[in-house]
């Protein structure tokens, strides 16, 4: 059973417009939550994160907003740009006994920012 | 700092072969991880270890081994590889302690085909 899910599996946004990516996830127990960006051939990178204790984290033009209630999450860029043009994953995870639990990932959504 | 590096960057190999794909970090992580990444499939976890000496498995550990005998190494042995098992293969580390982000830092990949 997926635990993170991204139900679509792309987006287009013209440049310049905001790019609404979404997340949905199961587990009561992440307080947790990542996105990551991946290009061709590179490993993932960590794009933003935030606490469960928050509903909103702004890095420049990123912004994640978490509705725990919903359990679902969204990452928001503005303006998109062509170099936005990537995967996205998005993750979550939580504390167990022994520290970190493992990252559990979203499928990905592949955003195509066109000129 | 090299970060997180994998060897080789691409291999082929043929059915019932072994082989081990190479894993290591400098930054002292305590946290190590490996996942594979399949089309449509996003992320999915093999195994991890949260220090030298303790591994635990992941979503879809079986066909794989690992031992983590340095905090800086992670290897992950294919006993006898099959085609399902091509794939991309990322390396991941992470600080353990629960005052860091939990992010991740991913090596560039490794590309395995099994013919």
């Known amino acids: 059973d997926q635990q993170v899910k991204q139900n679509s599996p792309s987006l287009s946004v013209q440049e310049g417009r905001i790019s609404i990516l979404n997340c949905d996830y199961t587990?009561?127990?992440?307080?947790?939550f990542l996105w990551y960006k991946k290009y061709p051939a590179e490993g993932p990178t960590f794009l933003i994160s935030i606490s469960s204790i928050k509903d909103k984290n702004e890095d420049g033009r990123f912004t994640v907003f978490l509705n725990k209630s919903a359990k679902h999450l969204s990452l928001h860029i503005v303006p998109s740009q062509p170099g936005d043009s990537a995967v996205y994953f998005c993750a979550a995870n939580g504390r167990g006994l022994s520290g970190n639990t493992p990252l559990v990932f979203g499928k990905g959504t592949r955003l195509s920012v066109i000129a | 700092n090299a970060g997180v590096t994998q060897t080789p960057k691409f291999q082929v190999l043929k059915t019932g072969q072994s082989m081990t794909l190479q894993c290591a970090q400098d930054?002292?992580?305590?946290?190590m991880s490996w996942y594979r990444q399949d089309p449509g499939m996003g992320l999915r976890l093999i195994h991890y270890s949260v220090g030298a000496g303790i591994t635990d498995q992941g979503e879809v550990p079986n066909g794989y081994n690992v031992s983590r005998s340095t905090t800086e190494d992670f290897p992950l042995r294919l006993l006898s590889a099959a085609p399902s098992q091509t794939s991309v293969y990322f390396c991941?580390?992470?600080?353990?302690?629960?005052?860091?982000?939990?992010?991740?830092?991913f090596g560039p990949g490794t590309r395995l085909t099994v013919t």
């Open positions: 587990n009561s127990m992440f307080d947790y």
């Open positions: 930054m002292n992580h305590e946290y």
């Open positions: 991941a580390s992470s600080d353990r302690d629960r005052k860091s982000s939990y992010e991740q830092y």
